[in-house]
């Protein structure tokens, strides 16, 4: 498999609209490249990571929820120590 290079602006046109950069412009066959990565990333398998990372989503959720109904410490410094 062929290596890709990061693609940078600076090695194709880019197309301003109202002063603010809108478009670049690049060859077909950076455009095919981009197209395979795209495609490989939309139809590619699940992993176990994956579930790792929902999971792990899920429990940050429930902690940020869990500390803002919690009482505020009254002396963080000590409570910080203690763990």
Do not use: C
């Amino acid at each position: 498999m062929p290596q890709i290079k990061t693609i940078s602006q600076n090695q194709y046109p880019i197309i301003y609209e109202g002063g603010k950069e809108t478009a670049v412009v690049i060859d077909i066959e950076t455009f095919q490249q981009i197209n395979l990565i795209l495609e490989n990333l939309l139809n590619r398998e699940a992993e176990p990571e994956d579930e790792l990372i929902a999971a792990t989503h899920a429990l940050w959720q429930r902690m940020i929820q869990q500390a803002k109904t919690a009482e505020p410490a009254t002396d963080w410094v000590t409570e910080l120590y203690d763990l």
